[in-house]
């Protein structure tokens, strides 16, 4: 698909995301302190709990399965979906 990774890199803006997934809100701090805000976790009940406990800024990425009945409690502040299962879910 790319047959020159640098020459896709410069053209693009490449982000980090540090998966969440099994740590604790204090290993997370340490991402953000090291300047880190693009978190990406699998569970919709696990990046709720954990969005309420640290700094706003942070850009959340679903990077797991999102079933439709949740959509809602996640809208308003996600930055990015990262799997979308049906035309459906994604309108």
């Not at 079933?67 to 308003?76: E, F, G, L, T």
Request: aromatic share 6%.
């Amino acid at each position: 698909m790319f047959n020159d990774v640098k020459t896709y890199t410069e053209a693009h803006h490449v982000r980090l995301v540090a998966v969440t997934k099994t740590r604790s809100v204090d290993d997370i701090l340490k991402l953000y302190q090291a300047e880190q805000r693009d978190m990406g976790e699998n569970r919709v009940q696990e990046l709720l709990a954990k969005k309420e406990q640290l700094p706003a800024d942070i850009q959340w990425h679903l990077i797991g399965h999102l079933q439709s009945n949740k959509v809602k409690s996640i809208a308003p502040f996600i930055h990015l979906i990262h799997s979308v299962d049906s035309l459906e879910l994604y309108q």
